[in-house]
């Protein structure tokens, strides 16, 4: 690099000190790659200034981003894709069709479950059975052993029994329908963690190491740019050294 021989550019053709570039064999091997693509006949001794050099390697840069971004982009697509199809619609339980006849089914299963109905129909049983027995206020309608109770009894259970199947099945539907909503829901769950699982594997395995390369080039550009501050710098100085000399040759002319 000390060597004040000039050389020639192998991207744009112009001349140049060896200060102001590098030569092939001293640049990485992804570096020589990018050149080669735009130059087959780059060989190792080629000499590549500071300007393609630094174009080059933005250029590089660029189309690392690029490829991180559209590798990310891919897999939120992929994942929206799996989101909007119908494997992962949640259904309203609230919103089902429900009919007169379950809703009725519902209210007699409900008050027919509960300590109310056992014990409003204990205090029946006992009216019945004391009024019957003992014959108040003349009452004697269903006497021992109470077979017209006996027939209420029957006649009850028969309908109760259908219209308390009827709310279970209903019921059982509705459980049916939370099941295949909770099944959906830990599916939805599953796909978003091994979507990011798959960034997560993306960023230590492809985007992190860009960004440690993209790091170094930087570094390496602004090396460069340094480099070109101080070749200006230096030109500078020759350029007053020159005229501080044209100067004191004119006045001892004169």
């Not at 119908?86 to 309203?92: A, F, G, H, L």
């Not at 830990?186 to 390369?213: A, C, F, G, T």
Request: charged share 30%; aromatic share 10%.
């Amino acid at each position: 690099m000390a060597n004040k021989n000039r050389a020639t550019c192998v991207m744009c053709g112009k001349s140049y000190t060896a200060l102001e570039g590098f030569f092939i064999k001293s640049l990485g091997r992804d570096l020589v790659e990018a050149i080669k693509e735009r130059n087959p006949q780059v060989r190792p001794s080629s000499f590549i200034c500071l300007n393609d050099l630094q174009r080059i390697r933005l250029h590089q840069m660029e189309q690392t981003i690029n490829r991180d971004l559209d590798s990310n982009r891919k897999i939120n697509d992929k994942l929206e894709k799996e989101l909007n199809s119908n494997t992962y619609v949640i259904k309203n339980t609230n919103e089902m069709k429900v009919t007169f006849g379950d809703k009725l089914a519902d209210l007699i299963a409900k008050y027919g479950g509960s300590w109310w109905f056992i014990i409003g129909f204990c205090i029946f049983l006992f009216c019945w059975m004391t009024a019957n027995t003992l014959h108040i206020f003349g009452i004697h309608f269903d006497e021992y052993p109470f077979i017209l109770l006996n027939l209420f009894l029957s006649c009850l259970a028969a309908f109760q029994s259908p219209i308390i199947m009827m709310s279970q099945n209903r019921q059982a539907e509705r459980d049916r329908y939370d099941a295949e909503n909770d099944y959906r829901t830990n599916m939805k769950s599953e796909m978003e963690i091994r979507n990011l699982h798959e960034k997560i594997n993306q960023l230590n395995e492809v985007q992190w190491p860009h960004l440690l390369d993209i790091q170094k080039t930087e570094i390496e550009v602004l090396n460069e740019i340094e480099l070109e501050i101080q070749q200006l710098k230096v030109r500078q100085d020759e350029l007053v050294r020159s005229r501080q000399r044209q100067t004191r040759h004119r006045s001892r002319r004169e």
